[in-house]
């Protein structure tokens, strides 16, 4: 594996823990979800990433519960380009 920051090949994989909370009203009664990932790390400028395991995104374990509404509003502006604010 070769880092994407500085091209160097001195890269290791460290296995991690991390918890993912939902972000929704009621947080508190869905528990955290704790997917395994493996961070890979440069050990010469320290840039790290970690991917979720696909089972979890196959699974949908990280999409909304419900459908977000999609915003149709376009913002007016004015001559000099900024955004004018409705009152």
Same mark, same amino acid.
Request: hydrophobic share 35%; glycine share 6%.
């Given at each position: 594996m070769v880092c994407a920051k500085c091209q160097s090949t001195a890269v290791s994989t460290v296995p991690a823990e991390i918890r993912l909370y939902r972000n929704i009203p009621r947080t508190l009664s869905h528990p955290p979800m704790t997917p395994? $990932? +493996?961070i890979h790390v440069c050990l +010469?400028?320290?840039w790290s990433e970690f991917a !979720? $395991?696909?089972s979890w995104l196959a699974a949908g374990w990280l999409r909304p519960l419900r459908p977000q509404p999609v915003s149709n509003v376009? $913002? @007016?502006t004015r001559e000099d380009g900024q @955004?004018? !604010?409705a009152s």
């Open positions: 395994s $990932p +493996d +010469d400028c320290g !979720i $395991p696909h376009t $913002p @007016i @955004i004018a !604010i």
